[in-house]
Nanobody, 126 residues
Framework: VQLQASGGGMVQPGGSLSLSCAAS????????MGWFRQAPGQERKFVAS????????NYEDSVKGRFTISRDNARSTAYLRMNILEPEDTAVYYC????????????????????WGQGTLVTVSS
């Protein structure tokens, strides 16, 4: 199983970036997907999740209205569109896959995810 995150980079405050997470080696449509981020010296934190059907999404409060999680099961890819980026959004962003049958609360917890990507760095700076 491989989750390949991409799309990170450096952007000015107020800018936008789109992250992708390409999955292989698993039946992507059977897994809930999540995005987490980890800033230097901090623990990994929940950003957003989407259920395996794409029918339900959840966001950490600080990104609501700015970030959008989505997925394309035909392409086995999850996405995170990030708008109005702030310096506080600077972190390594990770995508992860969790099995079905988990609550929205559970999908906020890193230990509920079985597979992880390698991370992609997002830097927001002027």
């Amino acid at each position: 199983v491989q989750l390949q995150a991409s799309g990170g980079g450096m952007v000015q405050p107020g800018g936008s970036l789109s992250l992708s997470c390409a999955a292989s080696g698993l039946t992507f449509s059977m897994y809930n997907m999540g995005w987490f981020r980890q800033a230097p010296g901090q623990e990994r934190k929940f950003v957003a999740s989407i259920t395996y059907t794409g029918g339900t999404t959840n966001y950490e409060d600080s990104v609501k209205g700015r970030f959008t999680i989505s997925r394309d099961n035909a392409r086995s890819t999850a996405y995170l569109r990030m708008n109005i980026l702030e310096p506080e959004d600077t972190a390594v962003y990770y995508c992860a896959a969790a099995t079905r049958g988990k609550s929205a609360f559970a999908l906020r917890v890193p230990t509920q995810y079985y597979y992880w990507g390698q991370g992609t760095l997002v830097t927001v700076s002027s």
